[in-house]
């Protein structure tokens, strides 16, 4: 299904790439091209992304500096009201090939005929939540390294499905209030949860592409022999496991560009007893609401709150074999002066645990300071430099013997490229 | 150069003749304050439509991803051309009825201008950029003009009696019925018109403000 949907897509893109050839076809794609060069200093546990615990991307043996972010963001019109876009993100890193695609859809604005706006897209994509994640590429235009709420849906959340939009023309209301739904069916994303569930909130801004695999920590419920033995080492977020499609529905109000409200429900609705290639399913649900507001001058507030659960396995006691419920919610004050943006982010991260199963402890709490800089130099370039700091508590993390109670702190001076036409 | 003088003279006094006078109008919110870009026109009292027939070609432009102006006013069967002075290509449409139309995908200036036959609020959109938001309001009049920034209008009429004055502004959400001003019973040549708004208006489109971003890219 995966395969077939992704077809779907590398179809229209290829047929796109003839289209190329068309003369009209400069006025048709768009394409955007972004590269950061980073200097990154931290203190942490060693990441995550190495296999263990470490809530950063980097740790103190990759130090140095890299390239941090690099991504294609092409887009082209097939037809008028029909739309292929595509981003390919590539890492230097070992989960997985140096390059893929994190999002492959093919969107259809039909031209409206009324005053409600239909639009329905089909493929990979991320769902409409993030109010951060608003650049070409889904990147950031405040912060470098993402909230723990959208570091989140980078890593573990991506719809392979059909998604439908309806909104209403703006005339409706004098041109100053906007309203839309949004509704979605997807397939996929089963596993999702696993990390959130085994390794808990980050902040980074990686994005996991199709086929990347995302190193678990070593729990002593994953070692052989033990309760849950047949999970492999990694997860693999978007595969589907147990045939069943998942939804989401949002709607969102704008008025002007003052307030906006956005708001929505997810249920992936996995079997959490389901289990193929060494991958559970978990039944991952959660409530998201946003708000972003102009304040005066050019300040502006983002807050974004999300809640939910993760389950896996059979009921035991009451519970399932991992049960947990997860909650974050982020305060961001924005302010662009001239060529320059500083950004000033709070976030508060948690989980809580129902189930009692040994070796599994994955309850944890803390909190993440951002602090950004931006100074745009050009169209295409720009410098960044951030400081950030994570607290967490995690029980679990004494299975390793090391502090249950770690603040890490990242320091990241960055060089951005971007190339658009 | 004296009959050149004369000439001047007697030229400039048709010129009055032909433009008769000054209807002087004025909008103001509901705190008193001027309130500019609204489409201010006359309409004659016996419902027909003397003015000439429209030559020149109006422009709504596409900068920034926004049209350029807000709100253009015409009179009927004004051709009217869409240039797209971005890098990216538009789309432009209407649905209101019955002018709609469609211009698919462009930049620069791609197509015949459009020309509106028919009178009423013509509301356009992108179909590529959602929130792009413009309006060309057609009118059976060659008497119109716009509010300046001290939200006055100058209509010269030629014999403002048999004409009423009307205002339209997506901003304004008082009912059509108060934004309609007859003009039979003025005696004097020159007249003022105060058009005093009760309800508090729409905030401009597309306000820019605060620092981030509003549309998703």
């Known amino acids: 299904m995966v395969r077939l949907l992704i077809l779907s897509v590398a179809m229209p893109l290829a047929f796109a790439a003839r289209m190329a050839a068309a003369t009209d076809a400069p006025n048709r794609y768009q394409l955007n091209a972004g590269v950061d060069l980073s200097y990154v200093a931290t203190s942490g546990y060693d990441s995550w992304t190495q296999g263990f615990v470490g809530k950063l991307l980097y740790d103190g043996n990759t130090d140095g500096v890299k390239i941090s972010q690099a991504f294609i963001d092409a887009s082209f019109q097939l037809t008028d009201t029909l739309k292929a876009h595509a981003v390919i993100d590539a890492y230097d890193d070992d989960l997985g090939a140096i390059a893929g695609f994190t999002q492959a859809y093919v969107e259809w604005r039909p031209v409206p005929r009324s005053k409600n ?214 305060l961001m004050l924005t302010r662009t002066f001239d060529r320059h943006r500083v950004s000033l982010r709070n976030d508060k991260f948690e989980m809580t645990q129902n189930d009692d199963t040994e070796d599994d402890n994955n309850p944890e709490n803390g909190y993440v300071w951002t602090l950004a800089y931006f100074y745009d130099w050009s169209d295409k370039l720009s410098f960044g430099a951030e400081s950030m700091v994570i607290k967490t508590h995690r029980c679990g993390w004494e299975y390793y013997d090391i502090d249950e109670t770690r603040r890490e702190k990242q320091l990241q001076l960055s060089v951005r490229l971007r190339f658009g036409r | 150069m004296a009959t050149r003088i004369i000439g001047l003279l007697l030229s400039l006094s048709i010129a009055t003749l032909a433009f008769g006078h000054d209807v002087d109008v004025v909008v103001v919110d509901k705190g008193g304050h001027p309130v500019a870009d609204v489409a201010v026109y006359a309409l004659r009292l016996n419902g027909k439509n003397e003015s000439p027939a429209p030559t020149a070609v109006a422009t709504m432009d596409q900068v920034d991803r926004q049209f350029v102006p807000h709100l253009l006013i015409v009179q009927t069967g004004t051709p009217v051309e869409f240039p797209n002075s971005d890098t990216v290509a538009h789309h432009v449409y209407s649905f209101s009825h019955p002018n709609k139309f469609m211009l698919p995908m462009y930049k620069g200036k791609q197509y015949p201008p459009v020309i509106f036959q028919h009178s009423g609020v013509v509301s356009l959109g992108c179909n590529i950029h959602d929130h792009m938001l413009g309006y060309i309001l057609v009118v059976d009049s060659a008497d119109f003009t716009m509010t300046d920034e001290n939200g006055h209008a100058i209509l010269s009429l030629n014999n403002p009696a048999e004409y009423a004055v009307k205002i339209w502004s997506p901003r304004i959400r008082d009912k059509e019925k108060f934004l309609t001003r007859s003009l039979a019973s003025t005696t004097r040549q020159d007249a003022e018109v105060v058009f005093s708004l009760a309800k508090r208006l729409n905030p401009t489109h597309d306000q820019q403000a605060g620092g981030a971003s509003w549309s998703d890219y």
Not at chain 1, 137 to 162: C, F, H, K, M, Q
Not at chain 1, 214 to 232: F, S
């Open chain 1, 117 to 330: 706006r239909y639009r329905l897209k089909v493929g990979a994509f991320y769902p409409h939540l993030s109010l951060e994640n608003v650049s070409p590429g889904w990147d950031s235009p405040y912060t470098i390294n993402y909230s723990a709420i959208n570091t989140w849906v980078a890593e573990e959340l991506r719809t392979v499905g059909a998604e439908l939009s309806v909104s209403r023309r703006p005339e409706m209301f004098g041109g100053t209030q906007t309203f839309s739904l949004q509704g979605a069916v997807f397939v996929g994303n089963d596993p999702t949860g696993s990390l959130l569930a085994w390794k808990g909130w980050s902040a980074h801004n990686r994005q996991t592409r199709f086929g990347d695999k995302l190193p678990l920590p070593p729990l002593p419920v994953l070692e052989p022999g033990e309760l849950l033995d047949e999970q492999n080492p990694y997860v693999q977020p978007f595969r589907e496991i147990d045939g069943r499609a998942g939804y989401y529905v949002g709607g969102e109000w704008q008025l002007n560009q003052q307030l906006l409200i956005r708001a929505m429900h997810y249920d992936n609705r996995a079997d959490p007893t389901a289990f193929e290639d060494g991958q559970y399913a978990w039944n991952t649900k959660f409530n998201h609401v946003a708000a972003q507001i102009a304040l005066p001058g050019e300040w502006s507030l983002l807050f974004q709150w999300m809640t939910g659960s993760t389950v896996m396995g059979q009921v035991v006691d009451g519970a399932h074999i991992v049960d947990t419920e997860f909650d974050s919610k982020y």
